[in-house]
């Protein structure tokens, strides 16, 4: 769960904003968090109770310059966990917000297409490569942390993706898939792959997962599979 914030202190924009990164969000199976301020004031009150990921901060409002909240959240909250994005109309700002480190600048009015390369961009930077699974649907990249995925299934030529979330799926083969999981992942059958973090309970033909699915163990990956769930499965 990612905690967002929205700074701005027009409402119609944040409406619009926020409406604009569900869907990008969605697209990238991200589980959020969002909440809308007008003012500063309120982004610090919440920051003293909670931590946030991401905050898109307007340039221009009623209170300041916003990258002002900026440089005082860096300088001194010494907060450097929050990703900045910075928000404008007006193009000039861009060399002056360097010192505070933002994440990107945003130029309004914002894309869809430009808000989810800088969402991509979001991921790759806060969470390790090796943590997320990355995978296209007519030509759109999505993003999945493997820790949110409870199996991966093989169906004709596509893949299904299980996860906490929601369910995906696309074009691919589960033996390229295998070949670059987490060791944690193990292939129980031709057309299964589990994450062992959910496996609850198993015997000899069929493994049981937290979402209540029962999947089947086929003999060839017997001894195998075994061994995987001896290691990672703790009952």
Known sequence: MYHIIICDKDLSFREEFYNLFEEVTDNLIMECCITQCKETEQVA???????????????????????????????????????????????????????TMPLDFLLKPISKEKLQSLMEHF??????????????????????????IFYFQSTLRKIVIFAVYDTNEFYG?????????????VRIHKSYIVNTHFVTKYCYDSVSLSNKQHLPISRSYKEQVQAYLKKYVTM
């Open 45 to 99: 009150e919440i920051l003293k109770t909670k931590s946030v990921d991401l905050l898109f901060l307007s340039i221009e409002l009623e209170n300041g310059l916003g990258f002002e909240f900026g440089k005082h959240l860096r300088e001194n909250l010494c907060n450097f966990d929050t990703q900045i994005v910075y928000v404008s109309e007006k193009p000039e700002y861009a060399m002056e917000l360097f010192e």
């Open 173 to 185: 083969k589960l033996d390229n898939i295998e070949e670059q999981l987490p060791e944690y992942f």
């Open 123 to 148: 991921l790759i930077k806060i969470e390790p490569a090796e943590r997320l699974f990355y995978f296209k649907v007519n030509g759109i990249t999505n993003i999945v942390p493997y820790n949110e």
